[in-house]
């Protein structure tokens, strides 16, 4: 039974670039939700998706989008890079309508240099 | 805007201890709490989740939560070396929908 999986696993990227970043749920999940965490921070809030369709977002510029395929695969873009996006970028999935344990990819490190 | 706090530590405790690793919340309507324990370099695992008053135990590891205090605990008895990482508390509003964490707090179990 594969877990999330998540990639690349690691990239760097100069300022003002875009970078996509990509997700696949828990099998028989469908529910993908995208966290930011800092370096000594806990991850904080991007957005979610299901259904194909963005359901919630957190307090983050529209720089950040994101996209969820038919079979509940999800990508993350973020464009106009700022060296304050440098972080560990960590998706998660969970069941839509049925309890709401997330679980958590092995994330994707990105460094804007 | 909703807030998790715990302190971020380090907290250090012998091989063989009780830890015990705190957590407050602000927001009175939340529903759901979940302990996640995070390695240097790896992505948070889930430790457990609890929903209602209480203590719920599963192995070495006991969560608390006191909706009134507004307070949720997680305790790790018998410490051991691979217990050392840092904690995250989550809390969940909404069935589903964003989980808000903590800061963390890191765990150092000396042997």
């Known amino acids: 039974d594969a877990g999330v999986t998540q990639s690349p696993t690691h990239l760097i990227k100069t300022r003002g670039q875009q970078v996509t970043l990509r997700c696949s749920p828990k099998?028989?999940?469908?529910?993908v939700s995208w966290y930011q965490q800092a370096l000594g921070q806990g991850p904080q809030f991007i957005f979610q998706?299901?259904?194909?369709?963005?359901?919630q977002r957190g307090n983050f510029p529209d720089r950040f989008s994101g996209h969820q395929f038919p079979n509940y695969s999800s990508e993350l873009n973020v464009n106009a890079l700022l060296l304050g996006d440098s972080a560990l970028y960590l998706c998660?999935?969970?069941?839509?309508?049925?309890?709401?344990?997330?679980?958590f990819g092995e994330g994707s490190w990105l460094t804007v240099v | 805007q909703k807030e998790v706090e715990q302190n971020s530590g380090p907290l250090s405790v012998p091989e063989g201890a009780i830890a015990s690793l705190n957590c407050t919340y602000s927001?009175?309507?939340?529903?759901?709490f979940f302990w996640y324990r995070q390695y240097s370099g790896k992505s948070p695992e889930l430790i457990m989740s609890?929903?209602?008053?209480g203590d719920k135990e599963d192995g070495r590891f006991t969560a608390q939560l006191n909706k009134a205090s507004q307070y949720v605990s997680l305790l790790i008895r018998d410490s051991q070396p691979s217990d050392s990482a840092t904690y995250l508390c989550?809390?969940?509003?909404?069935?589903?929908?964003?989980?808000?964490f903590g800061p963390g707090t890191r765990l150092s179990v000396l042997p």
């Open positions: 998660a999935s969970s069941t839509g309508n049925s309890g709401n344990t997330i679980y």
């Open positions: 609890i929903y209602s008053n």
């Open positions: 099998s028989g999940h469908d529910t």
């Open positions: 998706y299901y259904e194909e369709e963005e359901r």
């Open positions: 989550a809390v969940n509003e909404d069935y589903g929908q964003n989980f808000v």
């Open positions: 927001d009175r309507v939340s529903q759901s």
